[in-house]
């Protein structure tokens, strides 16, 4: 018994060996069906090698800051109406921004709206919109894209063709014209967003499951009698689930900024709420100063636009450097 | 399958998919409260209260949606838009006057976005992992994550506001005087190709400098998709077997890269640039807005704070109109380029 | 017989995620010059490893750490042979499909999917052969030139033919500069003072700055027009490719060279790849299990055609594979190799007639032969992990005839009669 089963096959590879296959320096494709327990391991070494990456670091720091700020809002900067934390205080009517002081650390907004307090209220608002709207996009996406990539047939035309349709017009355009429709608001923003971002995530686990799906060990799993559902949620969710994360850490930075651009049109919150989008277009007349010092009100125009993107761009290193380290095709280096 | 059959395929499926469009974007318009719809119908101020109702009803706008959509969409065969209040114009002539700015922009700064994006991404892979390719990177998810809006407006406070360069708008109050005189022939509207033909030389200088900063804007923001995708592409390209034989073959080092490898990363870069120029055109809304540039961009941000919706609902299906085809051109392009699809 | 190419003591790791692979572990071979010489052994025991480094074209995260690779290609060098490791990589880059060619196993990825055949195939006339190529066109200029009468077309003749005329004079000198310089540093190579290894750092140097063109040239070819002059080449090129794509049994070779490798068939495309790696007339022809992915009547056309091109071109070929019935038919001689070690290099006869090495004999053995009725034979046990190999000999864990000192200490190899070694302690007594 033991013979046979130890048979050397000279012709094909025997197995998983990983370190023949690089010894043997050639490049075959990699290998997708590992048990759980090299996974394991392996996570650990992608883990590792996360960390040692500056960038990741570096986004994780910008990422866990904000979640600090966002987390402890109403001690860092207490809200002078408590039943709307998000309407910014202003110390006067004066037009004119006030440069950084004692009391407006950041300076001012034109109308004399507190900068500081803008934007760490305005962070809670960046997570809400970008976690609530990736988080459906991911759910309604994976879903379609199960459905249509597992069953394929018409359920995958169907699918497909829906998601052609959305992804032939330009998100910000097409979300203007639904944000007027349903009246402005961040709030309409958000559904704005989430109706048509779902495309995504479904194209990327379709052609994931596409992959997946004529593998040998799913029609295995097939041929011993498992369900469909049972398949979908043991083997196929598990190992495309990573693609779709991946794009899902960094279509957060995408979404914040949109949901930004559209605030800044105008379409967002009224004036004097705390919205990043919002506070960077109060900007518009005051790129100029005076003569004698052209760059007066800098704080209005660099300040809450700065920490847009310091919230994308943590984001972006994060699904960077996640993508990275979990693409299979870039794991074995 | 030949490349007839491919192109009729891919013509088919894009008329489709423009039906979708339609339907998709006649969705969102029936969202819109009939209140506000009938002022699409109205040239002059204000209608009175009491004649709201009469006039929804005259113009059909309580109609069961199927009969609308296909009211609308032989309206829109017909060419009839209806009429703007933001441009003070029927939305076609609006479309006439605003669009050739929104062109110019397009076509001077794309070309720059890709070579550049191509230049720095093959550079990034070649030099891969030394600082070159450090900084390359850095530069690319810096471009990539800053918010379109906030560059143009640092662009403008410190070129504009400190240094006194490169103004925002078209073209300076004495271009203006220019182009609003009688003996101006304005024939395609963009501004330098007219300055050129009408042999008014100022005017195209004067438009180039206006082009500057929103041109530099752009290649910022938008190179660094480009940037990404090459290097990642070349990387792909340097670990296929042919590059093995070309090195067995005794290749040298820049022909292995600039010769194989990047003459089989370029393609995907090609598709990319299809939907990188569609991109730019639906990012215009901010760009022109910033820049005070009158293009279409700047025509739909006010429409949509004007509720100007024959405004909006034109320029939605405009973009998406534009978005089809121009994935249709990437993908012959593509087939064009590529030997294996080209020859079946 | 002499030899060609030798390796000695060949150590080469690679530097991978999971550790170090000690891919090759002192490996020596050596190839003779007019031989067929074979490389057999399983999937992973090196034999790629061993002739990729032999071509230095090592895949990072591979690197050559010890050992000699010996080239005994010029008469000059019968003594003591050039060792490549210690050369440039322009010395192998002017090598590489010059005097050592190979061709791979997987034809239809090997070929450049958006670059047409004769491109492909022309490619190592334009790297090796450039002086020839521009000095056939020169002659044709010249030719043409006395015969044309229409102005415009004549000065352009002009101009190309002092262009290349010029570039060919360029690459006269530096190859000569070349060839001075590597006769010294071949000369000096062994000497150890401080004067002749300032010297030998001095003309390293020297050799890495040599330009193949001069300045204006490479001005030329920049300016958008003028640069079309050097279309002229090609054509020779092709012509060229043509015949060879030819002598090698192409039917219609000029449609076959102005198409993608994709219109091909896979014998076809290894045919292509046979004729890139033959276009300069290699010394050494490597094949590295070239007929592997053929079904098998192909696999029998290559293998003739190879056998036909070893009378007439090719002097000397290593030949991989995995299929002992290859061997036994193309090669004279071979080496049977495991896990990155050499464990018996013979004659194929005397492989065949006498394995020595229990590994070998394990081989032979379990080769399926037509009367076998009952269970097939198998070698016990599996391919030992080469982050951490086996001590000692690394057969020694399936090795029926392991003894104690086999766990301990690498086995020696013996030659046990002329022109037969073997590393195995089994033999070290009768020495």
């Not at chain 1, 866990?64 to 009517?93: E, K, S, T």
């Not at chain 2, 009839?80 to 050739?100: C, I, L, N, R, W």
Request: hydrophobic letters at 45%.
């Amino acid at each position: 018994m033991s013979k046979n089963n130890d048979s050397i096959d000279k012709g094909t590879e025997a197995g998983n060996r990983s370190a023949n296959a690089a010894a043997v320096a050639g490049t075959g494709p990699s290998v997708r069906g590992a048990a759980a327990h090299p996974r394991l391991k392996e996570l650990g070494f992608s883990l590792k090698r996360l960390i040692k990456n500056p960038l990741t670091i570096i986004g994780l720091v910008i990422i866990l800051f904000f979640v600090f700020l966002a987390a402890f809002a109403p001690i860092l900067a207490p809200p002078p109406r408590p039943f709307d934390p998000f309407l910014m205080p202003h110390n006067g009517w004066q037009i004119q921004p006030s440069p950084p002081s004692a009391e407006a650390p950041l300076g001012t907004l034109p109308s004399q709206y507190d900068i500081l307090y803008g934007v760490i209220w305005g962070t809670r608002n960046a997570f809400r919109i970008g976690i609530a709207v990736v988080a459906a996009n991911l759910l309604v996406g994976v879903l379609l894209g199960s459905l249509a990539g597992y069953f394929g047939g018409i359920f995958d035309e169907i699918i497909m063709r829906i998601a052609d349709i959305f992804y032939a017009i330009p998100i910000l355009v097409m979300s203007m014209a639904l944000v007027v429709a349903m009246g402005r608001g961040l709030k309409s923003i958000v559904f704005a967003l989430i109706i048509l971002g779902w495309p995504t995530y479904t194209r990327v686990i379709r052609s994931e499951i596409l992959v997946i799906r004529d593998m040998d060990y799913i029609q295995a799993a097939r041929a011993s009698g498992s369900s469909h559902l049972r398949i979908l949620m043991k083997h196929i969710l598990p190992n495309s689930i990573f693609s779709v994360i991946i794009v899902g850490s960094m279509r957060i930075g995408v979404t914040v900024i949109i949901a930004a651009a559209l605030s800044f049109l105008g379409l967002g919150s009224d004036t004097g709420y705390a919205d990043w989008g919002q506070m960077v277009s109060t900007c518009r007349n005051w790129i100029v100063g005076p003569a004698d010092n052209r760059l007066a009100y800098w704080y209005v125009v660099f300040i809450p636009g700065f920490v847009i993107a310091l919230f994308v761009l943590g984001w972006n290193l994060l699904g960077d450097a996640i993508r990275d380290v979990f693409d299979p095709k870039m794991r074995r280096r | 399958m030949s490349l007839f059959n491919y192109i009729l395929r891919r013509l088919l499926f894009m008329v489709l998919v423009l039906f979708g469009v339609s339907i998709l974007v006649f969705g969102v318009l029936m969202l819109i409260p009939p209140g506000m719809r009938v002022a699409a119908y109205v040239t002059s101020e204000k209608i009175p209260p009491n004649q709201i109702e009469a006039m929804i009803e005259a113009y059909g706008l309580n109609d069961p949606a199927p009969v609308q959509y296909f009211r609308w969409l032989g309206n829109i065969f017909r060419g009839d838009f209806g009429f703007s209040a933001t441009a003070e114009a029927p939305v076609v002539q609006g479309f006439k006057t605003y669009f050739p700015t929104t062109l110019e922009l397009v076509l001077f700064s794309a070309p720059l976005v890709i070579l550049v994006g191509i230049w720095f991404g093959t550079a990034g892979a070649v030099n891969k992992d030394k600082p070159v390719d450090h900084g390359i990177r850095l530069f690319a998810i810096i471009g990539y994550s800053l918010p379109t809006f906030w560059l143009g407006l640092l662009l403008l406070m410190f070129f504009y506001g400190y240094l006194g360069i490169f103004p925002p708008g078209t073209l300076s109050n004495e271009g203006k005087d220019v182009i609003f005189s009688p003996e101006w022939n304005r024939i395609t509207g963009l501004l330098t190709i007219d300055g050129i033909l009408n042999w008014r030389w100022e005017i195209v200088w004067d438009a180039l400098y206006h082009l500057m900063l929103p041109t530099i804007n752009l290649i910022i923001l938008s190179s660094a998709l480009i940037m990404r995708l090459m290097r990642s592409s070349m990387l792909e390209a340097m670990g296929q077997d042919y590059i093995r034989t070309a090195l067995a073959k005794g290749a040298d080092r820049k022909t292995l890269y600039y010769l194989h490898a990047r003459r089989n990363a370029m393609l995907p870069v090609i598709t990319i640039s299809g939907i990188l120029l569609a991109g730019m055109l639906a990012g215009m809304v901010i760009t022109e807005t910033i820049f005070t540039r009158k293009g279409i961009g700047w025509w739909m941000a006010r429409a949509a704070l004007q509720l100007d919706v024959p405004a909006i609902m034109f320029n939605v299906l405009f973009l998406g109109i534009v978005f089809v085809v121009i994935n249709l051109i990437v993908d012959l392009v593509y087939a064009a380029i590529d030997p294996r699809i080209r020859l079946g | 017989m002499e030899k060609l190419l030798e390796t000695q003591e060949l150590y080469t790791d690679f530097n991978t995620f999971e550790g170090v692979v000690k891919a090759l572990n002192g490996v020596s071979v050596h190839v003779n010059q007019g031989e067929t010489y074979g490389l057999v052994g399983e999937s992973g025991c090196g034999k790629s490893v061993t002739v990729r480094s032999m071509m230095r074209i090592v895949q990072s995260p591979g690197k050559i750490v010890g050992g000699k690779i010996l080239l005994f290609f010029r008469e000059e060098d019968r003594s003591r042979g050039i060792d490549i490791l210690t050369r440039s990589e322009t010395y192998m880059t002017s090598m590489r499909g010059d005097d050592i060619s190979m061709i791979f196993q997987e034809a239809s990825t090997s070929l450049n999917p958006v670059l047409s055949i004769g491109y492909q195939v022309g490619e190592s006339f334009n790297f090796h052969r450039r002086g020839q190529i521009l000095k056939e066109t020169v002659a044709e200029l010249e030719r043409e030139i006395s015969n044309t009468k229409f102005f415009l077309a004549k000065a352009w003749k002009t101009l190309q033919r002092s262009l290349f005329k010029r570039e060919l004079r360029v690459l006269n000198q530096y190859e000569s500069q070349i060839d001075t310089t590597d006769d010294e540093l071949y000369r000096l190579e062994n000497e150890r003072e401080t004067a002749s290894l300032r010297r030998k750092a001095l003309l390293r140097r020297r050799r890495d700055h040599l330009r193949e063109t001069d300045v204006l040239i490479q001005f030329v070819k920049r300016v958008p027009f003028l640069a079309l002059y050097a279309r002229r080449l090609d054509r020779t090129v092709r012509a060229q490719v043509v015949e060879l794509l030819r002598s090698l049994g192409v039917s219609n070779p000029e449609r076959i060279a102005a198409g993608y490798p994709h219109e091909l068939s896979g014998g076809m495309q290894q045919r292509i790849v046979i004729a890139i790696a033959l276009a300069c007339n290699p010394i050494l022809l490597i094949a590295d299990e070239p007929t592997s992915n053929l079904d098998v009547t192909i696999q029998a056309q290559i293998v003739d055609l190879i056998k036909s091109l070893k009378q007439t071109t090719i002097s000397s070929v290593l030949f991989i594979t995995h299929d002992l019935g290859l061997v036994a038919e193309v090669c004279d001689r071979a080496s049977v190799m495991y896990a990155g070690d050499v464990a018996e290099t013979a004659s194929v006869r005397d492989l065949f007639h006498n394995p020595l090495h229990p590994y070998t004999q394990g081989l032979l053995r379990s080769v399926p032969k037509i009367q076998q009725a009952d269970t097939l034979n198998t070698i016990p046990g599996v391919v030992p992990n080469l982050i951490h190999p086996p001590s000692g000999c690394r057969f020694h864990p399936r090795c029926p005839h392991a003894m104690d000192i086999c766990a301990k200490e690498k086995p020696p190899t013996i030659e046990f009669a002329p022109g037969h070694t073997v590393a195995c302690y089994l033999y070290t007594e009768n020495k």
